[in-house]
Antibody, heavy 120, light 108 residues
Framework: QVTLRESGPALVRPTQPLTLTCTFS??????????VSWIRQPPGKALEWLAL???????YYSASLRTRLTISKDTSKNQVVLTMTNMDPVDTATYYC????????????WGQGTLVTVSS | EIVLTQSPATLSLSPGERATLSCRAS??????LAWYQQKPGQSPSLLIY???NRATGIPARFSGSGSGTDFALTISSLEPEDFAVYYC???????????FGQGTRLEI
């Protein structure tokens, strides 16, 4: 059974960094073709892709947020970590991690999401 | 960056009716398109991958079609639980990344 769970702070101060952890089970990121992605969704708005890391440790970032994002993985712990620097109130959103690679380029399993509010 | 444009933004229909949602890509993406359903307070869930393949457990009333730049999601006969927001998504090799459409809200 594949599961993913996001964890991290619910509240972040402006200008501070955000670190989120995706802990998953039921698959391995060392399996060729597998990857984990981060996606966010501001309240009442559309989904926005942030970053992806694959089994070869290749990393891809949203062009508009590239300078603020870092994605990494710990295969032994089944975790993927996303760091976003210089947080702003417009970054308030639900942040999701999701698996990609089992059914083509589609995100077949998602975590429940974690709401991050940026406020002083 | 490949842009996905969904239409209409909102679709108002009744249970039992047929729904057709559109997704247009700014350049040829072959058949590499997925559709998701999102209900209030829930994570998105995969409906269709590779343009026309139903994900595991998805009812046959959901179907996807299209290739190249024009795609559609059809719900043949709406059930009350189908009223939700639907997103299309693609993954490109160059520039590398994933993009989502802006969503279509299907309302009663």
């Amino acid at each position: 059974q594949v599961t993913l769970r996001e964890s991290g702070p619910a509240l972040v101060r402006p200008t501070q960094p955000l670190t989120l952890t995706c802990t998953f089970s039921g698959f391995s990121l060392s399996t060729s073709g597998m990857s984990v992605s981060w996606i966010r969704q501001p309240p009442g708005k559309a989904l926005e892709w942030l970053a992806l890391i694959d089994s070869h440790d290749d990393k891809y970032y949203s062009a508009s947020l590239r300078t603020r994002l870092t994605i990494s993985k710990d295969t032994s712990k089944n975790q993927v970590v996303l760091t976003m620097t210089n947080m702003d109130p417009v970054d308030t959103a639900t942040y999701y991690c999701a698996r990609l690679g089992a059914v083509g380029p589609a995100l077949d399993y998602w975590g429940q999401g974690t709401l991050v509010t940026v406020s002083s | 960056e490949i842009v996905l444009t969904q239409s209409p933004a909102t679709l108002s229909l009744s249970p039992g009716e047929r729904a057709t949602l559109s997704c247009r890509a700014s350049q040829d993406i072959s058949s590499y398109l997925a559709w998701y359903q999102q209900k209030p307070g829930q994570s998105p869930s995969l409906l269709i991958y590779d343009a026309s393949n139903r994900a595991t457990g998805i009812p046959a009333r959901f179907s996807g079609s299209g290739s190249g730049t024009d795609f559609a999601l059809t719900i043949s006969s709406l059930e009350p639980e189908d009223f939700a927001v639907y997103y299309c998504q693609q993954r490109s090799n160059w520039p590398p990344g994933i993009t989502f459409g802006q969503g279509t809200r299907l309302e009663i």
